[in-house]
């Protein structure tokens, strides 16, 4: 379970005030796939940092039971001068689990040969988000963050992943933002909407792409 107390967050972009969340209160179940929908610039992937706790909020608390991942692909907690072996090592003992299987799910998974063996500030976007996506993928969550999936890689590396997800929501939830709708509608059972800092929670998928939809028509 995860919910949000007053949750908000203002910042300042291009000398703009940017309002992602005004006083949200609401609650994420346990071990349901929840669709989150906004518009571009909404604040749909600060919401889910803000839930990681890799930003900070203006104000208000976010609480969580369970283990709850970083943003899937986020790379932003791994040491520029370690090797991707000792991030992976290193993350392994903070959350104290067998650091040689979960180095060893990673570099069946990510691909990165020889390479995970560089130091970190060596490598692509490509093969951080990988790495990131196969270290939340081994260590096995509660809840999942996913932003965009299947963003990272070729055909068949997307694929995999997709798999891989849909196989570890079989026991575990997650909250997932997709331009995708029938990506959403194929992993989520339920949906929740951002707009103008509000956040509104529906049991019904269908209502909260129907709300999306017409937050979208709109705008345009």
């Known amino acids: 379970m995860i919910r949000l107390q007053d949750l908000s967050k203002v910042y300042v972009r291009d000398g703009q005030r940017v309002l992602v969340a005004d006083r949200i ?5 346990a071990r349901r796939s929840i669709a989150l ?3 571009n610039g909404a604040g749909k992937s600060t919401l889910l940092k803000m839930i990681a706790g890799t930003e900070d909020a203006s104000s208000g608390s976010v609480i969580t039971t369970g283990t709850v991942s970083w943003p899937v692909g986020f790379a932003g907690a791994f040491h520029p001068r370690l090797t991707g072996v000792q991030n992976v090592r290193f993350v392994a003992r903070i959350h104290g689990v067998d650091s040689d299987a979960l180095l060893q799910f990673v570099e069946d998974f990510a691909e990165l040969g020889a390479r995970i063996r560089l130091p970190y500030s060596s ?3 490509g093969m951080r988000a990988r790495m990131a996506f196969g270290l939340s993928m ?3 969550f509660d809840t999942y963050l996913v932003d965009e999936i299947t963003a990272v890689g070729d055909a068949a590396f997307r694929r995999r992943s997709a798999d891989l997800f849909r196989e570890r929501l079989t026991r575990a939830g997650a909250i997932v933002v997709s331009h995708s709708m029938p990506q959403l509608r194929e992993l989520c059972d339920m949906g929740a909407v951002l707009e103008g800092g509000r956040l509104t929670i529906y049991g019904d998928l269908e ?6 939809q017409r937050n979208m028509a709109q705008a345009a």
């Open 25 to 29: 209160c609401a609650t994420f179940p």
């Open 37 to 39: 929908l906004g518009r």
């Open 123 to 125: 490598f692509s976007s």
């Open 138 to 140: 081994g260590l096995g």
């Open 207 to 212: 209502e909260a792409i129907a709300h999306h």
